[in-house]
């Protein structure tokens, strides 16, 4: 039997997994949304917390998550409204409103030290910042053993006109546009926003985006009469050998964020995503209200990487040979596995957090769990989650 393209009796291993991930204690909640051909699913199985009052909680469309890097793709297409109506162009240099990332410098060689530069060859663009090719970004060394991961980790959370100043202090890793760096661009980003707009990042991102899509639980902090559907998020301490606590309740995102982080900062609902995800794939509009242009979506969710660029980047060997980079998110390129189509665009987060919309199957999957590190799709889970969804595809 089929429901909504979707084979309700292999459903049942969806909610099989996100019980057994419950049960075996790898997270006290989990939730799935699947979306096809008008019709959606929801699975879910557990409670907001090992312990407390979210112990008592369970998992629903309303409970708020730490989106982590998913908040990515939801910054990227509100500088697309920007520069729909005009007030950024893709092509044109950040140094009018970026004056620290003007005229940069860049390492000779990026493992080696700081004093040893040579000067960018070009300025770093708009379209720099949404395919992440600015010429800065995470660099993964243990401390202590390459200078500029060092400099960069040292960066600290600052208020924006403090944190953007330190960032321009140090050279870039590579020359912009050379290759794909992940993560400080999205950063980058927010800061832009809001000197091209005049007003915080937080705002802009609320009025260009959450409020048209009716997305009333995503922001950069929880209100204190929402505090009760924020979901703990867990680590695993090699020290107890289990999990403690990362942020609770009462953490970091029950108040306001001295850095409203592009990059990571943002909590949201299955709920909410589905409704920003539900625009994306209509081309633009969710429920009658337009938020951008069916061409800026294509844009967006086009692979923008070029093969040279894809050659020399990625946190391993190969980390391109089934995707590309949009516009603050992948795009699949090739299929090897049970899993997102060809053509289909997303992102994980840290948290564990996951979305992928596959317009070849007319789909939208959102995945809400909080464990840290739980976003690596190399993981089982993540691997087991998504053979989960796709064996249920059923026309």
């Known amino acids: 039997m089929a429901t909504g393209g979707f084979s309700t009796p292999r459903l049942a291993r969806v909610r099989e997994l996100l ?4 049960d075996s204690g790898f997270v006290p909640g989990a939730l799935a949304v699947l979306a096809r051909h008008g019709h959606v699913r929801v699975e879910a199985a557990g409670t907001l917390a090992f312990e407390g009052a979210g112990s008592a909680t369970p998992m629903a469309l309303d409970t708020i998550c730490r989106l982590g890097s998913m ?3 939801v910054v990227a297409a509100c500088v697309m409204t920007l520069v729909e109506d005009r007030t950024l162009r893709l092509d044109d240099p950040v140094d009018d409103l970026l004056p620290e990332l003007a005229d940069m410098s860049v390492l000779v060689d990026p493992d080696g030290p700081l004093e040893r530069t040579v000067p960018a060859r070009r300025p770093i663009l708009v379209r720099d910042l949404l395919t992440y090719t600015l010429g800065t970004g995470m660099v993964p060394a243990e401390p202590g053993t390459v200078p500029i991961a060092d400099a960069l ?4 959370e600052q208020p924006p006109d403090e944190w953007i100043r330190r960032l321009g202090a140090l050279p870039l890793v590579h020359q912009p546009g050379e290759r794909w760096m992940y993560d400080t661009a999205g950063d ?5 926003v809001a000197r091209a707009t005049g007003r915080s990042f937080g705002e802009v991102l609320r009025e260009r985006i959450c409020e048209p899509l009716g997305m009333r639980d995503t922001g950069f902090c929880v209100d204190d009469d929402r ?3 924020l979901a703990t998020a867990y680590a695993h301490d090699d020290a107890v050998d289990g999990l403690v606590v990362e942020d609770g309740p009462d953490g970091r995102w029950s108040r306001s964020p001295v850095f409203e982080s592009g990059g990571g900062g943002l909590v949201s609902t299955a709920d909410d995503f589905l409704a920003f ?3 994306l794939l209509a081309g633009g509009s969710h429920r009658g209200e337009r938020v951008l242009s ?4 294509t844009l967006m969710t086009t692979d923008q990487l070029t093969p040279a660029q894809k050659e020399l980047s990625g946190f391993w060997p190969g980390y391109f040979d089934e995707m590309g980079w949009g516009f603050g998110m992948s795009v699949r390129t090739r299929r090897t596995r049970l899993g997102p189509s060809v053509g289909s665009y997303g992102w994980p987060g840290f948290y564990g957090t996951a979305w992928f919309n596959d317009p070849a199957e007319d789909l939208t999957t959102i995945l809400m769990v909080q464990r840290a590190h739980a976003g690596d799709q190399r993981l089982p889970s993540s691997q087991d989650f998504w053979t989960a969804v796709y064996q249920a595809i059923d026309d």
């Open 153 to 156: 980790g040292a960066v600290g």
């Open 227 to 229: 505090l009760g559907r």
């Open 71 to 73: 908040s990515k793709p």
């Open 277 to 279: 995800a539900s625009a």
């Open 19 to 22: 019980e057994h991930h419950v």
């Open 188 to 192: 980058v980003t927010g800061v832009l």
């Open 294 to 297: 069916r061409p800026s979506v």
